[in-house]
């Protein structure tokens, strides 16, 4: 049986709400595990069994080097990917046709839909095959085909969408050889950060979550799933989302 307490994670993308949330609480639910934070620009927490490191999204060599510092000792158990984004200076989602721009598909699809893809390529061949190994990307509920009623978000819908498709290629190849494995995308809801905050005006009350509910809650899903759910999409109260 698997001893939980000395497991091998890598969460990337450790420096953003979500990110820092989720591994505070991997830190305390995993008192002898090793926790390898990777973030762009600045550290992760400071927190006990985490070891930061500066990883350089745009360089595919450096996510390569990551995956295999977080391997160096010993096979890798669960990787969090948390990075992604909605909105920069100059970037908005649209809200109509009018607004699209090939600047704007190129960037959020550079962000949430290849790099990590180029993560999955480099951290999946490092999962545990002996035993339960998850790898879960922060995806969004937006990027469901069949669940859009309000259309908009051209790109980021698009970025999303597309990112669901690479969770279930992967999930089909790896599982082929690594039959322990679970490779899911997960929705955290919409969190109070800087990702969410132009839009927070128009969430309903109760639906804006802090990002230690948020990353409780997804831990939760997590622990729950089993190699049968892999290449699905799950929300943060545990129900599945259709593509």
């Known amino acids: ?32 595990a090793t926790i390898h934070a990777f973030s762009r620009n600045e550290l992760g927490p400071n927190v006990k069994n985490t070891i930061n490191y500066v990883i350089d999204y745009a360089n595919e060599a450096s996510i390569e080097e990551a995956a295999s510092i977080a391997s160096k000792e010993a096979v890798i158990d669960m990787v969090i990917v948390a990075t992604g984004v909605l909105h920069v200076d100059g970037i908005m989602p649209e809200k109509a046709l009018r607004e699209l721009s090939a600047e ?13 893809a ?16 998850v790898f879960a990307v922060l995806s969004a509920r937006v990027g469901s085909i069949s669940d859009n009623q309000l259309g908009g978000w051209y790109a980021y819908r698009a970025s999303k969408a ?33 990702l969410s905050k132009p839009f927070q005006g128009n969430v309903p009350d109760g639906k804006l979550f802090k990002a230690d509910f948020s990353a409780n809650n997804l831990l939760k899903v997590l622990e729950n799933l089993t190699p049968e759910h892999s290449g699905r999409c799950f929300a943060w109260d545990g129900q599945e989302i259709e593509p």
Do not use: C, W
């Open 118 to 133: 180029l993560i999955a390529k480099y951290f999946l061949p490092k999962l545990n095959r002996d035993n339960r190994a």
């Open 162 to 194: 597309a990112l669901n498709m690479i969770i279930k290629n992967a999930a089909i190849e790896i599982g082929r050889r690594n039959k322990k494995s679970i490779i899911v995308g997960l929705h955290p809801g919409t969190v109070d950060s800087n």
């Open 1 to 32: 049986m698997q001893d939980n307490t000395k497991l091998n994670i890598a969460v990337i993308g450790a420096s953003g709400a979500i990110g820092i949330a989720l591994i505070k609480q991997l830190s305390a639910l995993y008192a002898g």
């Open 104 to 116: 704007k598909f190129r960037y959020l699809f550079e962000v949430n839909t290849i790099l990590p």
